[in-house]
């Protein structure tokens, strides 16, 4: 059964910070994998979608990686903004003939301090 | 580009009362549609998923169900609330052909 775990689970930076949230996830075999970010009591935004034959996407200020074999992905933040302070959530579809169920980590929660 | 709208924000039910959570989307057809459940402080569980009209999948024995109707109607309902139904509630769509998810705003219910 496919477990994916998010590391921390919380984070405090200064302004300027650049970070590094970390996303892993047990079985290998996956689809594509998609970071979203969350604010307070709302829906989700996709940021960035990684499909497996990829290593890593970017947009902006962000970058995701995505190591398939060791089960692990990355989102780096640059230059942090307090704008930034939200709950970021991977996660990670199997490949199961076209239902795309994603199955999500619990997030980490960031606060970025003025 | 793709969109969900999901109503209401929220929601305050009675115990043993019928729940009816409605989304649709814009923007794209034929998408993928799921239902997923946000409990305080823990990940998405998803409930329900949809590959087209009429067709429902359980991912979790509970007190809910889900119907979809129309192409970009998705919903979910209830007949008698459990105290345990409380949660954020969230509506996803999925595009096929970029496999990418996007969400609605959710509906916070809280059954009292």
């Known amino acids: 059964k496919q477990e994916v775990t998010q590391i921390p689970a919380a984070l405090s930076v200064p302004e300027g910070e650049n970070l590094v949230l970390n996303c892993s996830f047990t079985?290998?075999?996956?689809?594509?994998l998609q970071w979203f970010r969350q604010d307070h009591g709302k829906g989700l935004t996709s940021l960035l979608l990684i499909q497996s034959s990829q290593r890593e996407q970017t947009s902006g200020r962000l970058n995701a990686s995505l190591d398939k074999s060791s089960g692990r992905s990355t989102l780096y933040i640059a230059a942090s903004q307090p704008g930034d302070s939200a709950t970021y959530l991977c996660?990670?579809?199997?490949?199961?003939?076209?239902?795309?169920?994603?199955?999500f980590g619990t997030g980490t929660r960031l606060k970025v301090l003025a | 580009s793709q969109t969900i709208h999901q109503w209401p924000a929220t929601l305050v039910q009675p115990v043993g009362s019928p729940l009816s959570l409605e989304c649709t989307v814009e923007?794209?057809?034929?998408?993928?549609l799921y239902w997923y459940r946000q409990a305080a402080g823990r990940g998405l569980q998803l409930l329900f998923y949809s590959i087209g009209i009429g067709q429902i999948s359980s991912e979790v024995p509970q007190n809910l169900s889900a119907s979809r109707p129309q192409d970009r109607q998705f919903i979910l309902s209830s007949k008698k609330l459990l105290l345990s139904d409380s949660g954020f509630y969230l509506c996803a769509g999925l595009q096929r052909a970029t496999t990418e998810a996007f969400f609605g705003q959710g509906t916070r219910l809280t059954v009292v």
């Open positions: 079985d290998s075999a996956i689809y594509n």
């Open positions: 923007g794209t057809s034929n998408p993928n």
């Open positions: 996660a990670v579809s199997p490949p199961t003939s076209g239902t795309y169920k994603y199955i």
